[in-house]
């Protein structure tokens, strides 16, 4: 759409005041060159004919014109081109009025006033190719062109260029608006989905425990009240301490040691859990990693692993933590497979597809790793993500990354 300005009682006073004055001087003009032989009637006529032409050209050059050539998304050639049209027929259209005008001056007046005579000498008198050739005629009318038809153009001209820049910077400030309340509503539903995917885990984990509590409670094992109080601590850590997006280190460690502890329990043949967990030092409370993130591998080893066989099955984890600049946590379990269970990828449960959605969510694509690796007889995962500073956690969607300092 071309660019219009609203039509407002402040731009019509302005016009009516600008043309007023516009007239008023073009008549005073027109009485000094007009005053060797006065004539009321001559001198109304030439003045009349004069300001109406100017403002009819001024309104379609300005309104219909220029407007169609100028805001219109154009190449330069075409621009060019139309602006040479433009020219040539408003040389042609005031030729044509001009010859008009002398004509009817000339036979309805006998005495005509000197600045007139050469008019009609100059215009009437001369044969059609000398309106192309003659550069008198053509100076005669670009002369007036410029004298009285540029200036309200250029007018015109600033005010829409000051208009349309207000326009604009209205218009990036109100994208920039609608861009600053898209970005909150995509961390809002970000954030929504993240809780919504932790809460996830909590009945998955709590299914699980219930399990192992109840083979433990079927064998009359004195173990399950102390299996019932790990289980406690655990799910208080899920319950109270796991709202945040990101937990200390430590926690987390602590959490997955009490996890793996309450599974040993269970399966106490020597060697079917290998685990290598890093020591609690003081250094690893100023770093941060996702709630319940890990324990998600270990549940689903455990869950496809031992938990599918009667006898065989192993678990491997281990966990490594670098809290030097290159802060990052890598995470490697294996488990054996069970000919009769489909594999893990395919599980119908919460699982990897939970995980690969959180680390996506949580993490640009190139700050982590996650490598599956699936053979006849065994499955494997690879998770190596950053360790967040303590005070600042990311939130990553898509292709935008909010950071957020607390």
Partial sequence: MLFKRPITWQRVACHLLYWGISSAVTHTQFVRALQDKPNKHLLYLVSGHHCLTTLLSFFVLGYIVIPNIWYRPRSAWDRALLITGALVMYYVFSCVNTYALLTYVNTHFSSLPIYLSRRVELFLKAPWYKYLVDPSILFFIYGQFISYVTTPLLIKAVRDGYVRSQAQLAAE??????EIDHLALEKEHVTKELIFLRQQINPHFLLNAFNNIYALITRKDNRAADTLANLSTLMRYTLY??????????????????????????HTQPGVIDCQLPDVVEAMENWLVP????????????????????????????IETDLTIQSRLTLTVTNNKSDTVPGQQTDGGIGLANVRRRLALLYPPTDYSLTISEQPDQFGVRLSIPLKPKGESIYHHGNAITMLTH
């Fill in 173 to 178: 400030k109100e994208r920039r608006r609608l």
């Fill in 241 to 266: 301490r796991t709202g945040q997006d990101f937990v200390p280190l430590t926690d987390e460690l602590e959490f997955i040691r009490g996890y793996i502890c309450m599974e040993q329990i269970r």
């Fill in 291 to 318: 709630p319940l993130l890990l324990v998600t591998f270990i549940e689903n080893a455990f869950k496809h692993g031992l938990h599918t066989v009667y006898e065989g099955g192993w678990v491997q984890i281990a």
